[in-house]
T-cell receptor
Framework: GIQVEQSPPDLILQEGANSTLRCNFSDSVNNLQWFHQNPWGQLINLFYIPSGTKQNGRLSATTVATERYSLLYISSSQTTDSGVYFCAVVGAGRRALTFGSGTRLQVQP | KAGVTQTPRYLIKTRGQQVTLSCSPISGHRSVSWYQQTPGQGLQFLFEYFSETQRNKGNFPGRFSGRQFSNSRSEMNVSTLELGDSALYLC??????????????FGQGTRLTVV
């Protein structure tokens, strides 16, 4: 099946810093989503971005499907950005999401 | 518009027992998927239902089963619980699209502890 790798696995930032999270996938995809998992376990939708670029406030994402990677940018980070960020894809011809192992982000005041 | 609702939020069961978890999708969504999250294995796909039919199944033993009702609500059942079944179980709903893939929205999850 399709493989999804996220980097870095852990990231510690000072409040106000910027960061880039990367997601590499091994095959063509029909769907790519970025999630933020809150402390209670719920996956919060950040972006649905099988290709192209999107922005939502301080967050933006870019997916280059032909090169099989996606990037999540967080600017001017805040302590509330802390948590685990997941990239998940649906491989071509499939219907289930395959998740990466996540990036654990800690933003310190 | 209400989101995906999972019940119960927390559950403690004894080894050997069985458990049923419930998921109500977003109104109008007909696809419901279930995922298991554990510290060791991460997030793994269990199964997906659409119009009361199981369309896809992950690599889990037969003790894990599910069903979907005509109103799109779904239940998953785990029989003969094992300690390793302790996990966060997440349900996702999505609209059907022409490509077969569309944005998934997750519920708050059910945290199951097997003792």
């Amino acid at each position: 099946g399709i493989q999804v790798e996220q980097s870095p696995p852990d990231l510690i930032l000072q409040e106000g810093a910027n960061s880039t999270l990367r997601c590499n996938f091994s095959d063509s995809v029909n769907n790519l989503q970025w999630f933020h998992q809150n402390p209670w376990g719920q996956l919060i939708n950040l972006f649905y971005i099988p290709s192209g670029t999107k922005q939502n406030g301080r967050l933006s994402a870019t997916t280059v499907a032909t090169e099989r990677y996606s990037l999540l940018y967080i600017s001017s980070s805040q302590t509330t950005d802390s948590g685990v960020y997941f990239c998940a894809v649906v491989g071509a011809g499939r219907r289930a999401l395959t998740f990466g192992s996540g990036t654990r982000l800690q933003v310190q005041p | 518009k209400a989101g995906v609702t999972q019940t119960p939020r927390y559950l403690i069961k004894t080894r050997g027992q069985q458990v049923t978890l419930s998921c109500s999708p977003i109104s109008g969504h007909r696809s419901v998927s279930w995922y298991q999250q554990t510290p060791g294995q991460g997030l793994q796909f269990l199964f997906e239902y659409f119009s009361e039919t199981q369309r896809n199944k992950g690599n889990f033993p037969g003790r894990f089963s599910g069903r979907q009702f005509s109103n799109s609500r779904s239940e998953m059942n785990v029989s003969t619980l094992e300690l390793g079944d302790s996990a966060l179980y997440l349900c996702a709903s999505s609209l059907e699209s022409l490509t077969g893939a569309s944005e998934a929205f997750f519920g708050q999850g059910t945290r199951l502890t097997v003792v």
